[in-house]
């Protein structure tokens, strides 16, 4: 009788191990990327709320047009690596990812030609990996991004050829590793940045041929060790980052081919626009 409740016992723990082992329903184990609409329809009747693993809507390398919206995504909470959108032509908006608050690793948000704004990420608080917003034509506004708090890497703003201003990044103060602001045909303005006090490693503003000031960056106080600003054709005011070299800044400075190109003993004597 003890060798019969012995056996009992093991194979009452090995089925629980097995039960603790094997994914719960509504989990997909993996990477997990839709191209087409009706992937993305499918996923409104599936039980998966969480990716374990990228999720990527399109293909980098190849443009696609089959893909118009997302809301067959809207169950999703969670994804617990990169939160990919490639190269979809006909996509608009994001509406459908509006219950992922987190982004564990990177955000990438890339070449997607109609997309025209960012809603559905109304609700992103945490991108723990870097942000790429880039070669998006027609995106006018990241107002969608108003409760976006951190950013934990790089910050990539380039070729979106309609953004005027960065309104909707009020909530982040602190920027780590490189801030690439560049070849945004109507950037006039870094209005949502004012409130960056300091960016780790590296600022490059270049090639925003709409961009005459600097002043949405009047908060910030300390870049790490490079800043480079170049080839913004009206960029004739510097003052919104003064503080910085008042603070004894002592990193690389590279500036040329604006309106203006003060040295950085100028800015420290107030020279600071013209």
Known sequence: ????????????????????????????????KLTTQEEIDAMASSPITIINGHLTIGNLLRSNDDITNLKGLSNIIQVNNDLEIFSNDALTSLEGLENIEIVPSDLSIVSNSNLTNLDGLNNLKVIEGGAFIWDNDNLESLAALANLEEIGRDLYLTENHKLQDLKGLEKITILNRIVDIGDNASLASLEGLQNVVSIDTVMNIFQNPMMSNLDGLRGLKSVGHYIAIWENDQLADYCGIQEVFNNGYSGKYSVHDNTYNPTQTELKEGNCSQ
């Open 1 to 32: 009788m003890r060798y019969i409740a012995f056996l009992v016992l093991i194979i009452f723990i090995f089925q629980g191990c097995k039960e603790e082992d094997s994914a719960p329903s509504n989990v997909h184990e993996g990477n997990l």
